[in-house]
């Protein structure tokens, strides 16, 4: 089955403590993965940061919201256990318990109030929040949807810009990545062969030890497998192993399925990619503000 979001994981995870007994954290993430049936590949299923699995933040977080409303008690690092008020709701068998279940809490209602001067104001539940998304979650889908509407904006101005313009940029791009070592060696390389469908050629490292074949074209058609067996032909005629092709538009499926089957070293490169390259290595965009997300250090606050 699909991984549950964290509201829909609450109540198991209430249940899974009604023994009254202290259980670790990793002890109910295994439990709670068994009875969701979930596979190992929905276990280790990252978040889009790559930091951290999806499932196990999810946990995390229920198992936040039901200490927050006083369902849960945590008297140690890396365990709890069910509280009175916990057995109470349980022994109210409810269908199922989320945000709008618990914030019959007083302690739940403070929690999620924005009102510096604590008065019971009620606050509204972020976009996202109530599909389920934890606060990791809703931060990512946000980073992802800017990130969505820069990708499209550049593969816009990409498709315009001067075939020349196209060139250049991809040398910024591979310079930001560790490649071609100087600037000046890198825009020497790009166009000095312009023959048997090569474009250029830079380093794959700042020593100069081994050298990559390029193809930069600024096409917003999709690039086909003749087009790259071309390539791979002229590279074997160079006797390169390898070699990088680099589009504005995209590449067939029949491209990229011959890519996979030879022997020579083709990286394909599209528009999107491309311009995802641009975003992480900062050519041609300007970092406008950066949030930085902490937690707890819990070795900070242990006494023993």
């Known amino acids: 089955m699909a991984i549950p979001d964290f509201q829909s994981i609450m109540l198991p995870l209430l249940k899974f403590a009604s023994d009254g007994k202290e259980h670790s954290n990793q002890e109910s993430r295994e439990k709670l993965a068994a ?29 936040v919201y039901l200490q927050h409303a006083g369902l849960l008690d945590s008297n140690r690092r890396g365990y ?5 008020r916990g057995l109470e709701v349980l022994r109210e068998n409810p269908k199922s318990i989320n945000i709008k279940y618990l914030e019959r809490f007083p302690e739940f209602l403070e929690f999620r109030t924005a009102d510096k001067d604590k008065k019971p104001k009620k606050t509204a539940v972020p976009e996202g929040e109530g599909e389920g998304q934890t606060p990791e979650e809703m931060l990512e889908s946000a980073y992802q949807q800017l990130r969505a509407d820069l990708i499209a904006d550049l593969l816009g101005r990409l498709k315009n810009c001067s075939p020349q313009f196209f060139e250049r940029l991809v040398v910024e791009v591979l310079l930001k990545m560790g490649y071609g070592g100087s600037r000046k060696e890198a825009g020497e390389a790009i166009g000095a062969s312009g023959d048997e469908g090569i474009d250029g050629i ?83 965009v300007t970092p406008q503000a950066a949030y930085e997300t902490k937690r707890i250090d819990s070795d900070y606050f242990d006494e023993e």
């Not at 951290?52 to 229920?62: K, S």
Request: aromatic share 10%.
């Open 80 to 84: 709890f256990q069910i509280s009175d």
């Open 202 to 284: 830079i380093n794959e490292d700042r020593l100069g030890l081994d050298v990559i074949y390029l193809q930069a074209k600024r096409w917003e058609a999709t690039v086909g497998r003749p087009e790259i067996q071309k390539f791979v032909g002229a590279l074997q005629g160079k006797r390169a192993r390898k070699g990088i092709f680099i589009t504005a538009g995209s590449f067939s499926a029949e491209a990229l399925d011959f890519v996979s089957k030879i022997d020579s070293k083709v990286a394909l490169i599209d528009g999107k990619q491309l311009a995802g390259m641009m975003i992480d290595f900062n050519v041609g």
């Open 35 to 63: 009875g969701f049936a979930l596979t190992e590949e929905e276990k280790n299923a990252l978040l889009p940061s790559g930091r951290q699995p999806i499932f196990l933040n999810r946990v995390a977080w229920a198992k």
